[in-house]
């Protein structure tokens, strides 16, 4: 039986069957965070604004033990989105429940690139983009760059590096491309542009792709390229901070390839920094608040165009000349496990809790 009588803060998530791991992870999120609260997960289409109901599941929390049953509940007065939705739909359920719903932009790499490079300070980071709508676009990025990465725009498939293709030229006519197939990694080569383009005209026909000009990252190793993983959130006071922050290390020799198989190695922000910078403090810690700043740049940016964002996974790149590059912003962030600190496992319900005690306050 639902009981809780604002007794512990109830936070609404709503999930979707294409997330799935972010729905797998919301007991996990309540068992880490430090105090009791309610949490009534629920997909969109369940929401009955006529009833102001919504049928899912509640975890409660009580204690530090977590129970959890399924029913039809008030709709919660702060929601938590981890799902694809449409954007009118969310202002129809704020003002008819009066309730506020956070990270509410579920955006795609072509819209998220659009709103930094109308910003002068990201469009410096931004790596050179276009929308593919012929082969034009393809062929002048390739002979402009020799190296350049093929992503889809739609946020279902391009998420977990699918979809990604490092497509490059050798010798003014041979095209080399790699990908990631499940654990795979890929290797194809093509004797021309044409041939390349006969291949691929399919796949590109089917999903809206950008093709990006590749950026070569400082090395790890031998020749390994490398990022830079920044999960962000707002926290308890409702300000940005950064929850976790480390280096990537690709092992498959091309990029960093999220997901199944997962193809990278993990490394702690200072460690992967004062080896770069062989263990010069102030180089590592300038450049930890050079990542730090643009982060926020990044966060802010969301804030002044008017979006209520709270939880952003931040892909970035250090060039060899020690230039930062935004390869990818991810609106639906999947938390990082031990052993790389990662407080976006909590942050999300701490934030939920603040606005909560502000509607209690106002
Ligand atoms: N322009 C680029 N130059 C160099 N490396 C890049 C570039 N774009 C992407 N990469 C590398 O490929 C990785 C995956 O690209 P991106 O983040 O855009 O795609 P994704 O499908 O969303 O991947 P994921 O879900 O794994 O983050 C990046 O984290 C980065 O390491
Ligand atoms: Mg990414």
């Not at 604004?49 to 049953?69: D, N, P, S």
């Not at 939705?85 to 429940?97: C, G, N, Q, T, Y």
């Not at 934030?351 to 502000?358: F, P, V």
Request: with cysteine; glycine share 4%; hydrophobic share 35%.
């Amino acid at each position: 039986m639902y009981t809780n009588k604002g007794k512990t803060p109830v936070i609404g998530i709503c999930v979707s069957k294409v997330k799935r791991d972010l729905h797998r992870i919301v007991a996990e999120r309540l068992k880490r965070y430090p105090c009791d609260a309610t949490l009534i997960t629920f997909r969109i289409e369940k929401l009955n604004l006529e009833r102001q109901k919504v049928q899912g599941t509640c975890f409660e929390k009580k204690e530090g033990k977590i129970e959890h049953y399924q029913g039809s509940f008030p709709i919660p007065k702060v929601l938590y989105m981890q799902s694809y939705a449409d954007p009118d739909l969310f202002k129809k359920i704020e003002e008819s429940v009066g309730c506020i719903i956070f990270n509410n932009f579920i955006f795609e790499k072509w819209q998220a690139w659009n709103l930094f490079a109308s910003n002068k300070t990201l469009m410096s980071h931004l790596p050179d983009t276009k929308k593919i709508c012929t082969e034009i676009e393809l062929k002048t990025s390739l002979s402009l760059y020799q190296d350049v990465f093929l992503k889809p725009i739609n946020p279902v498939k391009g998420h977990s590096s699918k979809g990604i293709v490092r497509v490059k030229l050798i010798n003014e006519e041979n095209i080399k491309v790699i990908y990631q197939k499940g654990h795979k990694i890929i290797l194809d080569e093509f004797q021309s542009f044409n041939s390349f383009w006969s291949s691929i005209q399919s796949t590109l026909a089917t999903n809206s792709y950008i093709v990006q000009q590749s950026i070569e990252t400082i090395r790890w190793g031998e020749e390994k390229p490398t990022d830079i993983r920044m999960n962000m959130n707002k926290n308890n006071k409702g300000e940005w901070t950064v929850s976790s922050l480390f280096a990537r290390i690709a092992l498959n020799g091309s990029h960093v390839a999220a997901g199944r198989g997962t193809q990278y190695l993990p490394i702690e922000i200072k460690q992967f920094l004062s080896l770069h910078f062989l263990n010069d403090e102030i180089k590592t810690t300038a450049m930890i608040n050079a990542l730090t700043n643009l982060g926020h740049k990044i966060c802010q940016t969301f804030d002044q165009s008017g979006y209520h964002m709270a939880d952003l996974g931040i892909d970035l790149g250090i060039d060899k000349s020690e230039q930062l590059w935004i390869f990818e912003v991810n609106p639906l962030p999947f938390p990082f496990a031990s052993p790389i600190r990662d407080d976006s496992w909590i942050k999300p319900l701490e934030y939920a809790r603040y606005i909560l005690e502000k509607m209690t306050n106002s």
